[in-house]
């Protein structure tokens, strides 16, 4: 049975940093491709950022130079580091695992991040 277990959401000021953890259970984690989706209120989630198990990344033109996704294999973790944050970054954040051919798909039950003065 697949787990992804999010970490390290909280509240934080315009321009602070935070960094979330998801730990992933119950698959092959380095055959995945791992991302970060989030979801504000009264708006739809989007993809934030992505990793694939070749280590590239893709991210949301809002957050490009700011955030920072990587992955630890050997502790089936993938991070995101957030930096200059925005009251606009305030949202539910999902951690995402996709199998090998896009065959499934696993989400994480999300961390809030507050962004605000």
């Known amino acids: 049975q697949v787990q992804l277990v999010e970490s390290g959401g909280g509240l934080v000021q315009p321009g602070g940093s935070l960094r979330l953890s998801c730990v992933a259970s119950g698959m092959i984690f380095s055959l995945y491709t791992m991302a970060w989706y989030r979801q504000a209120p009264g708006k739809q989630r989007e993809l934030v950022a992505a990793?694939?198990?070749?280590?590239?990344?893709n991210y949301a033109d809002s957050v490009k130079g700011r955030f920072t996704i990587s992955r630890d294999n050997a502790k089936n973790t993938v991070y995101l580091q957030m930096t200059s944050l925005k009251p606009e970054d305030t949202a539910v954040y999902y951690c995402n695992g996709e199998s090998p051919g896009r065959t499934y798909k696993y989400w994480g039950s999300g961390t809030q991040v507050t962004v605000s003065s």
């Open positions: 990793v694939t198990r070749g280590d590239s990344t």
